[in-house]
């Protein structure tokens, strides 16, 4: 199983929110390129991104940094946040990224989805983000009022490459994750899922390794809390 690291990117610094909410941060003291170095040295293959800034602009405001992660720790990179046109999905993977994740945009838009798949073929990650069974929308701002189950039996065949599931209610709460929603969506999806939100323990990552169709997990305020050692993290990444 895939571990994904995660950097939120706002305002060129490290941060996490709390179920999305823009006022409920907390900084952390290492640089966004500090941090994915770090995570390369300990031994990581892959990395989660969200460029917070983008998820308010709708645009690349922190694609330098991604670029020089990118660049300097050669792993291999999903961004999200603000993705809303093919100009910046071209940007990012002119910029080296592996997976370049569409949200809002792919929601409001199915057709733009599918186009943006045949278009880059391999690259684009769809972020399911639920909050009690229905999608939000721009930066979790907005309940879009569309079943998430419903939304992906739609899009299912699509050519998305990726799948990530986020139970907003759990986001940086480290209450373990909504598994019995992210295997709803597993059993129906035609890609692999990763699994976001709400990671407490290195128990909840061995949980994720043994269910079907889940090719990862994403990891963020429990690393930098303290509360999963990078070292003992890193014996769950194949």
Same mark, same amino acid.
């Given at each position: 199983?895939?571990i994904?690291? @995660?950097?939120?990117?706002?305002d060129k610094?490290?941060?996490?929110?709390v179920?999305?909410?823009?006022?409920?941060?907390?900084e952390?003291?290492?640089?966004?390129?500090d941090? @994915?170095?770090s995570?390369?040295?300990?031994g990581?293959?892959? /990395?989660h991104?969200?460029?917070l800034?983008g998820? /308010?602009? %709708?645009e690349t405001?922190?694609?330098?940094?991604?670029?020089e992660?990118?660049?300097?720790s050669? /792993?291999?990179?999903e961004i999200g946040?603000?993705?809303r046109?093919?100009d910046?999905?071209?940007?990012?993977?002119?910029?080296?990224? #592996?997976?370049?994740?569409l949200?809002? @945009?792919?929601?409001?838009?199915k057709?733009f989805?599918?186009?943006?798949?045949?278009?880059?073929? %391999?690259k684009?990650a769809?972020?399911?983000?639920?909050?009690?069974?229905?999608?939000?929308?721009? %930066?979790?701002?907005?309940?879009s009022?569309?079943?998430?189950?419903?939304? /992906?039996?739609?899009?299912?065949?699509?050519?998305?490459?990726?799948?990530?599931?986020?139970?907003?209610n759990?986001? %940086?709460?480290?209450e373990s994750?909504?598994f019995?929603e992210?295997?709803k969506?597993?059993?129906?999806?035609n890609?692999?899922v990763?699994i976001?939100g709400g990671?407490?323990?290195?128990?909840d990552?061995?949980? @994720?390794?043994?269910?079907?169709?889940i090719?990862?997990?994403?990891?963020?305020?429990a690393?930098?809390d303290?509360?999963?050692?990078?070292?003992?993290l890193v014996?769950? #990444?194949a």
């Amino acid at each position: 199983m895939k571990i994904f690291p @995660a950097i939120d990117i706002k305002d060129k610094r490290c941060v996490r929110l709390v179920k999305g909410d823009f006022d409920n941060k907390t900084e952390y003291k290492n640089s966004p390129i500090d941090q @994915a170095k770090s995570y390369k040295e300990y031994g990581f293959k892959n /990395l989660h991104i969200v460029d917070l800034d983008g998820a /308010l602009t %709708g645009e690349t405001v922190n694609i330098d940094i991604v670029q020089e992660i990118v660049k300097k720790s050669n /792993l291999k990179v999903e961004i999200g946040g603000g993705i809303r046109n093919f100009d910046s999905i071209q940007k990012y993977i002119d910029a080296g990224v #592996d997976k370049v994740i569409l949200g809002s @945009a792919a929601i409001n838009d199915k057709k733009f989805l599918k186009e943006t798949c045949e278009k880059f073929p %391999g690259k684009i990650a769809l972020s399911l983000d639920s909050k009690d069974g229905k999608l939000s929308v721009s %930066g979790w701002k907005e309940n879009s009022n569309i079943s998430t189950l419903e939304f /992906l039996k739609e899009v299912n065949n699509y050519g998305v490459s990726r799948l990530i599931f986020t139970d907003i209610n759990k986001d %940086g709460t480290k209450e373990s994750p909504n598994f019995d929603e992210t295997l709803k969506v597993a059993k129906i999806s035609n890609c692999s899922v990763i699994i976001s939100g709400g990671v407490s323990s290195i128990n909840d990552v061995k949980k @994720a390794s043994s269910m079907e169709n889940i090719e990862g997990i994403i990891v963020g305020k429990a690393i930098y809390d303290g509360d999963i050692k990078l070292e003992e993290l890193v014996k769950e #990444d194949a």
